[in-house]
């Protein structure tokens, strides 16, 4: 079957502007994670999913980066008001179950702040 | 706080030999597990290897072995008969119960180079 799959795989947004990043995980898996990787660094967690609802939001770094997941499958990180340190890959993973499974990574969107 | 060290930014293997990528890890859990993942060029993370942290034995995964020495906190991967499509960016990761989102936390990396 697909992939987790991931929209746009490039933005450039000007400084101030609003993005969202979209993620479509596979189809069937509960648990959703988004990442953040910085230029020359390993992947750092932002937000975990399981099902609709988000239990563990404790490394989003600002008021300013939202996400949600409604209904259980695609899930949506909203940055308003981008920074230049807001550049950086974000990738989604979304694994079976919650526990100790393995995570399946999407493509990740590079994300430009000018 | 759960913590993953890559030492080594850089690592050059000529094609056909092995190569052994270092990890250590540093965590309070009992219950933990290890990861290997590839990321070439274009983006994508790929899953290579698991460790958990009461398997008896090492983990192998085709030319892929994880050298588990539980005592160190060490979890070195070993690639055997190098790949010019072996060359990219490896992290090393670790997933505990120390919360209940089993999020991956990742080391800074290292980029391997496979010379022809």
């Known amino acids: 079957g697909a992939g987790v799959s991931q929209s746009p795989r490039y933005k450039v947004a000007k400084r101030g502007q609003d993005v969202a990043l979209r993620c479509d995980p596979i189809?069937?898996?509960?648990?959703l994670f988004w990442y953040q990787q910085a230029l020359g660094q390993g992947p750092e967690f932002l937000t975990y999913?399981?099902?609709?609802?988000?239990?563990?939001k404790s490394g989003l770094p600002s008021d300013r980066f939202f996400a949600e997941r409604p209904e259980g499958s695609v899930s949506t990180l909203k940055i308003q008001r981008t920074q230049q340190e807001d550049s950086a890959v974000y990738l989604c993973?979304?694994?079976?179950?919650?526990?100790?499974?393995?995570?399946?990574f999407g493509p990740g969107t590079r994300l430009t702040v000018t | 706080a759960q913590k993953i060290t890559q030492t080594q930014p850089g690592m050059f293997v000529q094609e056909k030999e092995a190569v052994t990528l270092d990890c250590t890890y540093d965590?309070?859990?009992?219950?933990?597990?290890l990861f290997w993942y590839k990321q070439p060029s274009s983006g994508e993370m790929i899953f290579l290897i698991y460790?958990?942290?009461?398997?008896?034995q090492n983990a192998t995964e085709g030319r892929y072995s994880l050298n588990f020495q539980k005592a160190r906190k060490s979890a070195n991967l070993v690639i055997s008969a190098s790949q010019l499509g072996d060359s990219a960016m490896y992290f090393c990761?670790?997933?505990?119960?120390?919360?209940?989102?089993?999020?991956?936390?990742f080391g800074s990396g290292t980029r391997l180079l496979v010379r022809p």
């Open positions: 965590t309070s859990d009992p219950s933990y597990g």
């Open positions: 993973a979304s694994s079976l179950r919650q526990g100790n499974y393995e995570q399946y």
């Open positions: 460790q958990g942290s009461y398997d008896q």
């Open positions: 999913f399981q099902n609709e609802a988000q239990l563990d």
């Open positions: 189809s069937g898996h509960v648990s």
């Open positions: 990761a670790m997933r505990g119960r120390e919360d209940s989102s089993y999020k991956l936390i």
